[in-house]
């Protein structure tokens, strides 16, 4: 039992235990926890009132700051209200030295309340800036804190003395410097010019009365270390006087400064006061004058013609664009020129619209500003003019630039007239968006790269093509340097012939059009190039040159001529079948008032009663050729036998271009190595410049002008582009559905990399300038394609084959036809040289220098010249981009852009639509189908009728030899030869040719 009871006590004993044990441990737990309670408390709670009050200080100093910056309206009251108190101190100021008579004065008691009223103003405002202020330390030092320590005590201690010092009271005359934010705050001050005035006057104004004030305080009271008294009594106007005869450098010396503070100072504020002085004054007076002269608005006066130009208005552009327009405005109604600039014009743009102030006016503005707008009279304008940056680095920026000023003209008013200048074809594509934009009322679109490259394109298959629409279309005829050398003074004729419209008379309708251009050549010595078709019910129209028999003309057609005058072409409207059809002299022609048209013989019958009394047993009169076809028989002859060969042509989904599944770049790219490299022949050859930064040029539209659809299969010659890889990778996704097309990675300035592509055997080759300018002179922005040019001429074969017969003296010469595109037409020169320095070269050629002559250079002036003509006769234009694009409409220019600019499969592979079957130009030689036995009776006039007859070809220009010796076979453009002008074996002449007729077939 005792071993029992020995246990039970044990456990007992080991419970108690226990339990003092887990009353220790809570008694311990509770007071450690509250331990640590009070002083995690203790410690927290500081900590959490002061990052409160640190909270509460920021909110605090970000509400003054938003407040004294005036981002509030609270704050604009509170900095205006600062402001005008300044102003009412500073008029205290100003009453204090009129009342004063001694430096130490009694006041009345009112304006020393009133003062002591500003300045606990400004003391409270002071405050607020210190607390709002990031840098404490800096904030000592601005100059409005300042201005307060100088002023804000001495007012308090006068206030406590009953008594008043003026001191350095007239350092409130620097609060004035808050003019000009102030001006802003209330909406005074909105454009540039206005703010910069403002800012100058201010400083101006302050400097000053500041300095005024300073030498009336000093000569008033003199040097405190000089007994006696070295002061004398100037009144606050004289030291106005003597500040602003300091500033200007005058110094008339009736007022001079005594002590020696007031001549130290005079001595450190004549440098500053100078520099004040003699720049703010000049420019504050060139921006009132300027606002006065360039800010006003244009008086609309009824019934007073005036465009307005805008965009990119520059000396250069100016100066093109007067010379162009006003050339063409001689003889009508004056036209008044309102130029919109963004800048003010520079001195020598300023001389330029002095010396044309009978024309020109400028105003200073934006098309993007609704109130420049306004002020320009946009609304009443015949038409707006957007001058386009040619040489622009950045040209993307710049056409979207001129759209947007398109996008403003035409929402506020979008009756207004609208020819733009575009830089990239591809740019286009934003304009059929823009509200208001309609080509069909006159809105245009003169697009630098689409011409340009059509026109080299062209002048590839036709070389001289671009001097000869050169000259129809924009300049006279250079005949001094043909008068030099030519014999025959009849291709001297000063006759400005040019492209122009008239309606034709009502008596063509129901006829083809190569019974109206036989017609109008014969009878009204006039050359018909096309006509404007009308159809559908919304006024669609489209530009037909030299169309097929199948389609008739319609009542009011309008008819595109070369003439020399419109009163020539105006006889097309005058014709009546009636009266006229008898009269031989063209001049006599006139408008006439008969009511017999519908008794007259038709023209068809005429026009066989002409044919037969020209043949007789059944031979064709002279005039005449062997193997006469009608009209309709030339159109549709032949075709036939091509239907197996377009049976395997693709087109594009518009049926303009010859199409292919996209070649990739690897296939599409030459090098030495290439077996096809060497079998390159007859090719066409286009030297690049640009890297992998440069912008792109666009060689789609060099490449869719020789890719047209109404070009024969086998007529498209191979394209080899040479340049940086780099460059044609970028622009090979817009061309790699082109056929027959090659790449070829080096540079024209390599006669490695010409050898390679078979530079000697190309048909043509084409230099195209980078977009890049790399040089600010304009001599040198065009030094690699002229580089390239005389590298090309270099390697020219010379094949003496003269001397195989034993003659030594006469090489004959092989050219390479090139056409170097120029940024700058006056780099010509470097150009225009013979080839060789040889003095078996006679003199004469060097006539091959003038682009004029022989047609290898385009210049972008051509294109400059554009911009006058389209506002004067748009359809000219459109006739003119039908010309060098083959037939690119400004409807199907839409299209095209809707599909991205990117051409796409015809699914149905229709060959013998509208769009294909439309002329194309050529340069033909004279075939012996066109002459007769006895050569030297052929005249240009027989020529004419006899192509036209045959093979339904319009003939509207030579390319003739110039006279010999000749070696290298240079030759010159006549535009629209005179009727009787003897026609050579050796002429070539510029057709526009069927679509159905090879041009390298024999005509």
Known sequence: MSILEGQDQAVKEAEEEEGRTKLARYAYGFSIQKIWMKKDKDVWWPHKRKQSSVYWIRVFSTQVEMMLSAQTSMGCVLVILVFLLNIGALIIYFVNLAEAEEFKISFPDSILYVDAGFNAFFLLYFGLRFVAADDKLRFWLELNSLVDFFTIPPVFVSYYLKRNWLGLRFLRALRLLELPRILQFLRITKNNYSIKLSKLFAIFISTWLTAAGFIHLVENHGDPWVQPANSQSLSYFKCMYLVMMTMSTVGYGDVVVQTTLGRTFVIFFIIGGLVLFANFIPEVVEIVESHKNYKSSYEVVSGKNYIVVCGNITLESVTTFLRDFLLRDKGNVCTEILFLGESLPSLELEAVFKCYSAYTTFFYGSALNSEDLKRVGMESANACLILADVHSPQPYTEDTSNIMRVLSIKNHYPNTRVILQIIQSCNKVYLPNI????WRTGDSIVCFAELKLGFIAQSCLVPGLSTLLTNLFIVKEDTETKRKYLKDKKLLEDKDYKVMTSQLSNDFADMTFIEVCRLCFLKLNLVLLGIELKFGSQGESTILINPSAQIKLHQNTMGFFIAHSLAEVKRAQFYCKACHSDIQDPEQIEKCQCKSRLYSKSFSEKLKFYRESHVSDGEPAKSRSLGVLPPQSSVTGGFDGQEEENSRVILDLTGMFHWCDAVPLQEALLNCKDQAAPNLKDHILVCIFGNGNSPLIGLQDFVMPLRASNFIYHELKDIVFLGS????????????????????????????????????????????????????????????????????????????????????????????????????????????????????????????????????????????????????????LALLQTLVTSGTSPALGEQLLEEGSRLHRNPDNMIHNASQVRCKLALLPLSKRLLTDVVQEDCFGDIYCRALDLFGILCFGLYRLMEEPNPYKNRFVIARPASDLKMLSTDLLFCVVPFNIATTDDL
């Not at 509200?435 to 309609?438: A, I, M, R, T, V």
């Not at 270099?794 to 390479?816: E, T």
């Open 725 to 876: 890889l780099e460059y044609l990778q970028r622009e090979w996704k817009f061309i790699q559905n082109f056929p027959k097309l090659w790449l070829f990675s080096g540079s024209a300035l390599s006669c490695a990399d010409l050898r390679a592509v078979n530079v000697q055997d190309c048909a043509a080759c084409a230099i195209l300038s980078s977009n890049i300018t790399v040089s600010s002179s304009p001599s040198l922005v065009d030094t690699e394609s002229i580089l390239a040019t005389l590298n090309i001429r270099s390697m020219q074969d010379a094949v003496f084959r003269a001397r195989a017969l034993g003659n030594q003296s006469q090489p004959c010469y092989k050219r390479i036809p090139i056409t170097t595109e120029l940024k700058s037409s006056a780099n010509a020169q470097f150009i225009n040289q013979a080839p060789s320095g040889s003095s078996e070269i006679p003199e004469q050629d060097q006539l091959f220098t003038t682009g004029a002559g022989t047609g290898t250079i385009f210049s972008d002036s051509f294109l400059n010249s554009l911009l006058s003509m389209t506002y004067y006769n748009y359809h000219i």
């Open 435 to 438: 509200p208001g934009w309609d």
